[in-house]
């Protein structure tokens, strides 16, 4: 059965750093694209980074030198390092591995 498991998430002040995890198990075949969405309140669920097998990573320009995705394919992971967080970074983040959606965390960013 697959499953993605977050981790991270929480409070913190603007300006501030942030973690956040995702362990994927259950794939059968190697996995292909992994990254991380954002919904915010009254807004549409939108991609903030991903990152495909081989490596190659984008990034929403909304986060883009801000954030950082990094992959292990060894331990199936996918990490987001957020930094330089801005209130408007606010939003609950979803793990994404090949079609398949985490629970989501919370992210608040504070003045």
């Known amino acids: 059965q697959v499953q993605l498991v977050e981790s991270g998430g929480g409070l913190v002040q603007a300006g501030g750093s942030m973690r956040l995890s995702c362990a994927a198990s259950?794939?059968?075949?190697?996995?292909?694209?992994m990254g991380w969405y954002r919904q915010a309140p009254g807004k549409q669920r939108e991609l903030v980074a991903r990152?495909?097998?081989?490596?190659?990573?984008y990034y929403a320009p909304s986060v883009k030198g801000r954030f950082t995705i990094f992959r292990d394919n060894a331990k199936k992971t996918v990490d987001l390092q957020m930094t330089s967080l801005k209130p408007e970074d606010t939003a609950i983040y979803y793990c994404y591995v090949d079609a398949k959606w985490g629970q989501g965390t919370q992210v608040t960013v504070s003045l």
């Open positions: 259950g794939f059968t075949f190697s996995i292909g694209i």
């Open positions: 990152v495909l097998s081989g490596g190659t990573e």
